[in-house]
């Protein structure tokens, strides 16, 4: 399916709705409706006992949106959170300038494919796709431009050099996409952070910022974590919570949001064991992600210019219908942040390691990924439209969202075959009660049948179950499986157990650890 209709799909059918709809939306701001909230629920679950569950010294907090401000300061946002941005003067348009950059980039990226299909469907079979990039000379001369600019940004960027971008800009042609035209201002840099005022405090003394980031609430805990859990090194604190920032472009629906979710683990460990661990969890949570998505629409990219607090960093990327973009940050952060809030509250923020007889500022690795984020690879990944057999044998489209089945907002509908007989209805809403207290479910009598296993399809319901008149005879359901159609008959008394394994979140836990 196309961006387009994953966008109306997701509010056709209560998953995400605009903010503040009626007022004509909030830009990048956004609701969860019924199924939405279900489904981010099941994935913070799953991500919550992924961290907490499977790891003996992995411990959850959860810290408040507010912090002192002096956080900020220490942290480096209050300085140095900031997107380069540059706005055209005749749209009147803002953009981030290494964002047009990027973009320009994507469409040598774009060209380099169309290349390779075009040779493709010329030399048939024999054709060797990696061979070809590496000697046809047009394919050599985008890929060699994209090389150099990716540089040349990556350069610019880690310099924080405004001047260089504008120029960057300048040499490339770029024009705003709107407005056409390429009369740009000058690149200054604009901080991320919203801020707000403290009501018994007034001027800069009381401002107050929302949280850019969950980590800091981390940080600032680390030692009140370790001392009432007896925890030692290597152990992490895990957080899931909404941050805030003020994006300058906030397109591409939930992937960039003013107001998001992240889902954070700040991981402590002993000075030099840093990288053991960056591999330990770069490896983990590529296995967390293989338990739900396929391997060929994930890949790790490196980072081009390391933040100021890194020493080594790698983004987990997946395919969204936009093309390859981050997902999931792990950073190895070495001891930036504690040292710096030790520096600035003048509190020790140290732990005594009775191996090595010494007090030290842990290191920490990090793993950071937005939870919108994963509802959006969710979505993008499992909904698809496919043509499927019809009960009178023809063939029929349907709109499916094959979700993971432990995620997925309803785990079961009950069907009577017909709404007005109603020893079935009565016999259905039994079975209802006898599943809701096991599982997420819904009883739905109104409509065909064959419209109601659609519906069902559409918000990725794994099974539906139909009341039919054998079973006011021999106490057995139909059991219709969402994805393979197969349909079995089954003793009610046998339901629970037979389904029960198939939603667990056991099971998906399982795969993680395979
Ligand atoms: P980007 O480069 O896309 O702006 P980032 O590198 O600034 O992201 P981090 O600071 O590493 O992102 O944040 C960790 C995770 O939080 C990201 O991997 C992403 O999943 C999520 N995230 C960050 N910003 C947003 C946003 N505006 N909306 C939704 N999710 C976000």
């Known amino acids: 399916m196309d961006f ?9 059918y209560g998953f995400i709705f605009q903010s503040s709809e009626i007022y004509d939306g909030l830009a990048a701001v956004y609701d969860y409706g019924p199924y939405g909230v279900e489904l981010k629920n099941n994935i913070k679950n799953y991500w919550w006992k992924s961290m907490t569950q499977l790891h003996d010294n992995i411990v959850g907090i959860d810290s408040a949106i507010f912090m002192h401000p002096k956080t900020w300061k220490a942290s480096g946002h209050v300085d140095a959170f900031n997107d380069p941005m540059i706005d055209n003067k005749d749209s009147k348009k803002r953009y981030r300038a290494d964002v047009l950059i990027e973009e320009y980039m994507d469409k040598l990226d774009a060209k380099v494919e169309k290349e390779l299909k075009k040779a493709a469907k010329r030399f048939g079979e024999s054709f060797d796709a990696a061979m070809y990039k590496e000697t046809n000379p047009r394919v050599q001369s985008y890929l060699e431009k994209k090389d150099a600019i990716a540089a040349r940004l990556a350069q610019a960027m880690t310099d924080g050099n405004m001047e260089e971008l504008k120029a960057m800009i300048i040499d490339l042609e770029i024009a705003c996409p709107v407005s056409g035209s390429r009369n740009w201002t000058d690149v200054r840099q604009f901080n991320l952070m919203f801020s707000t005022q403290l009501g018994n405090i007034a001027g800069e003394e009381g401002k107050l910022y929302l949280r850019p980031e ?57 000075p030099g064991t840093e990288m053991e661990w960056y591999n330990y969890w770069k490896d983990m949570r590529l296995k967390w992600h293989h338990a739900v998505t396929p391997a060929e629409k994930l890949r790790f990219h490196d980072h081009d210019n390391l933040a100021h607090y890194a020493n080594a960093a790698v983004d987990i990327q997946f395919q969204f219908p936009f093309g390859f973009k981050e997902l999931e940050g792990i950073h190895s952060r070495t001891d930036f942040d504690l040292s710096q809030h030790q520096e600035l509250s003048g509190k020790k923020l140290q732990y005594f390691d009775p191996e090595r007889n010494e007090n030290y500022v842990p290191y920490v690795v990090e793993t950071s990924i937005g939870c919108d984020r994963m509802f959006l690879t969710m979505i993008s990944n499992c909904l698809m439209e496919e043509t499927v057999p019809d009960a009178d044998g023809k063939e029929s489209k349907r709109i499916v969202f094959k979700v993971p089945a432990a995620l997925a907002p309803v785990k079961v509908a009950v069907l009577p075959l017909l709404k007005n007989k109603e020893a079935l209805t009565e016999k259905a809403r039994a079975v209802h009660q006898l599943l809701n207290v096991h599982f997420p479910c819904q009883y739905d009598e ?52 037979k389904i029960a394994p198939k939603v667990s979140m056991a099971g998906l836990l399982a795969k993680v650890l395979e």
């Not at 387009?4 to 056709?12: L, N, P, R, Y």
């Not at 539906?464 to 994805?483: A, G, K, S």
């Open 446 to 497: 109104k409509d065909a049948i064959g419209r109601r296993y659609r519906r069902q399809d559409a918000i990725g319901t794994p099974y539906c179950i139909t009341i039919d008149f054998d079973t006011l005879e021999d106490n057995t359901v139909t059991i219709r499986e969402r994805d393979s159609l197969q349909q079995e008959r089954v003793g009610i008394d046998q339901l629970v157990e």
């Open 214 to 270: 969950t980590a800091q609430g981390i940080f600032v805990n680390f030692l009140n974590v370790q001392k009432t859990t007896r925890q030692k090194l290597p152990f992490g604190i895990a957080q899931i919570g909404k941050a805030f920032r003020n994006e300058i472009v906030a397109r591409q629906f939930i992937f960039r949001m003013r107001e998001f979710e992240q889902m954070e683990m700040q991981f402590f460990v002993a």
């Open 4 to 12: 387009k209709q994953i966008v109306s799909h997701c509010k056709e």
